[in-house]
């Protein structure tokens, strides 16, 4: 799986976790997290909500995966998978 996959998935569990949190699960910088949510954000795959100091992602499980060979699977599909 791809970091931004792991990433979705981190952030599916706990919508608030911490980016700095995320990266130490993922095993990847937290500016490397950074970049993939504010990818993920641009895609229309999550939602960043802010939540007095801290962010909330919701991810957007009805949205289509990107890739043309999964563009049939919905992101909540992938997820379910995951975390059978």
């Known amino acids: 799986m791809t970091n931004h996959t792991h990433v979705l998935a981190v952030l599916h569990s706990d919508p608030q976790r911490v980016l700095r949190q995320v990266a130490i699960e993922v095993g ?15 895609g229309g795959f999550i939602r960043r909500e802010k939540v007095g100091r801290q962010n909330r992602y919701d991810v957007l499980t009805n949205q289509s995966l990107r890739h043309p060979i999964e563009a049939h699977r919905k992101i909540g599909d992938l997820l379910q998978l995951i975390n059978k």
């Open 28 to 42: 990847i910088t937290e500016r490397a997290v950074q970049r993939i949510v504010q990818d993920l954000e641009e």
